[in-house]
Nanobody, 124 residues
């Protein structure tokens, strides 16, 4: 069982930056593909970005391309989401997810493990 703990969410002004972190309990973290999703009030869970094991492949949603960057540090069992040029519509709870079979897509149901989420609020 992989436990994921997100951190870094807070209130920020539009145009600002944040870096979210997600630490995994699993010592074989490096074999998992990792992803970030978000869920705004009254909306479904939305794919943000994903990164394969060994950082070989990265996929991002069109809505965040050029602004958000996903990365990972396997020595720290951590995946990051660097968010720049934040907009009020980025306001959501951000979740990290892990998949042990290398899935790198947008279907939330394909990911095996989820964190509890961290709140990001962007004020205009």
């Amino acid at each position: 069982q992989v436990q994921l703990v997100e951190s870094g969410g807070r209130l920020v002004q539009a145009g600002g930056s944040l870096r979210l972190s997600c630490v995994a309990s699993e010592r074989t973290f490096g074999i998992y593909s990792m992803a970030w999703f978000r869920q705004a009030p009254g909306k479904g869970r939305e794919f943000v970005a994903a990164i394969s094991s060994r950082s070989g492949s990265i996929k991002s949603a069109d809505s965040v391309k050029g602004r958000f960057t996903i990365s990972r540090d396997d020595s720290k069992n951590t995946v990051y989401l660097q968010m720049n040029a934040l907009k009020p519509e980025d306001t959501a709870v951000y979740y990290c997810a892990a998949d042990g079979l290398g899935y790198l897509g947008e279907e939330s149901g394909r990911y095996d493990y989820w964190g509890q989420g961290t709140q990001v609020t962007v004020s205009s």
